[in-house]
């Protein structure tokens, strides 16, 4: 009796160990693919390859291989299999109609309808704006994400000429704004304020930064809360690129 509860006690372990090695893996893969993908955006500076705070990742790939590592680990072990198929169809049925859901309620997201006011302090409708692809960028003086990627912005808004990019202060005066950019050198086109913080509510936005991604329609592609790089910023603007003009994608 004692020699069965060890044995079925060693082999919840070594299923509880290959479901971790399967997700370690699998977290890799989805970031690995992306690095190659994106390999010209890392190779400026490589540490940004470990930044994973930048959303990076291709999920497809990082299930693929986790379910790859699980038929490997399961081979020949039946007990495995059973536990691993019926895991995974439970992820499965957790995991699509969320993501489904999700995207369901993201599409109802529009460019907002509420003014925000320029430097000048003059009322601006933002889909006025609409008739190219759009990026709205909520952000603050006081956010330090915020404060980090402003410069990736400031690049993207100028190699992409193609693309409007808003920038929506939320919360704070123009002249807050200015002594920021003036103290980090940067010229940024498109700021705009909203001393309520109405917008970043009305979209549903849980924090800063938070960045909206609309097609030439203003429908919404992606979104993206949190610091951007220069090749998590890439992979979103190639993925409007693409939703604009599906038979022409630019890198």
Not at 24 to 34: K, L, Q
Not at 109 to 128: F, H, Y
Not at 165 to 180: C, I, S
């Amino acid at each position: 009796m004692t020699h069965w509860f060890s044995r079925k006690n060693e082999e919840s372990a070594k299923i509880k160990d290959g479901f971790i090695s399967a997700i370690i893996i699998g977290f890799i893969a989805a970031r690995v693919t992306f690095v190659i993908r994106l390999w010209s955006e890392y190779q400026e500076n490589m540490w940004q390859i470990f930044n994973l705070r930048d959303g990076g990742f291709i999920p497809y790939y990082g299930w693929m291989i986790g379910v790859l590592v699980l038929i490997v680990l399961s081979r020949g072990k039946r007990a495995f299999t059973r536990v691993y198929l019926s895991a995974s169809f439970v992820t499965f049925c957790v995991v699509v109609p969320l993501h489904y859901t999700a995207n369901y309620y993201s599409s109802d997201i529009s460019i907002p309808e509420i003014p925000v006011r320029d430097s000048a302090g003059e009322l601006i409708n933002l889909q006025t704006f609409q008739g190219k692809p759009l990026v709205i960028n909520y952000w603050a003086t006081w956010c330090p994400p915020c404060r980090k990627e402003m410069p990736v912005m400031e690049a993207a808004q100028k190699q992409h000429s193609s693309v409007t990019f808003l920038f929506v202060n939320q919360g704070e005066d123009p002249m807050t704004a200015k002594r920021f950019f003036t103290s980090q050198d940067l010229e940024i086109k498109n700021v705009f304020y909203d001393p309520a913080s109405q917008l970043s509510r009305a979209s549903g936005a849980a924090g800063l930064p938070t960045t909206l991604f609309f097609d030439a329609t203003g429908k919404l592609v992606d979104s993206h809360m949190g610091e951007l790089s220069n090749a998590s910023l890439a992979h979103y603007l190639q993925l409007l690129n693409k939703n604009d003009n599906p038979q022409k994608v630019n890198p």
